[in-house]
């Protein structure tokens, strides 16, 4: 079992990778007048395809008026577009566009080549243990988190 000093050291080196990554951010953004959490909702409608605003707001756990603001700057840059849903014509679904798709994909070539160049000294087989954990990491937080919100209700 995790002591309390190491959770506190996980999380203070989680907050440091964090404000590494904010301020790097800007070289791997191609456009300034995209909201910071562009990236993420683009990426979401790539991998799920055309979603809900409420569906997209749990997948990355935020309140739904959040994605509402950073939908209107997208739809204006025309990475996004937004239909009517077939099922309940007052909600819309949101699809990212080609040129949306085109984008995500440049700012990800943008992103992998600032990781590769940090992590040039390190073996494969670190980064893959590192990619393992992070992603059993966010699965063993989301379970506490479910577990929380399953007794507040």
Known sequence: MLTSATAAELVDALRAVI???RAVQHHAY????????????LALLRREGEQRLGRIA???DVDPSVISRQ???????GLVRRRPDPGDGRAGLLAVTEDGDRYLC??????AEVVATALTDWAEEDAEALIAGL???THDIRAVRD???LADS
């Open 19 to 21: 404000r590494s990554g």
């Open 30 to 41: 191609l456009r300034e007048d995209l909201p910071p959490g562009a990236i993420a909702l």
């Open 58 to 60: 749990e997948h990355l």
């Open 71 to 77: 939908v209107a700057p997208l739809e204006r840059a």
């Open 106 to 111: 440049a700012h990800q070539e943008r992103w």
């Open 135 to 137: 992603h059993r990491l």
């Open 147 to 149: 577990l929380a919100a």
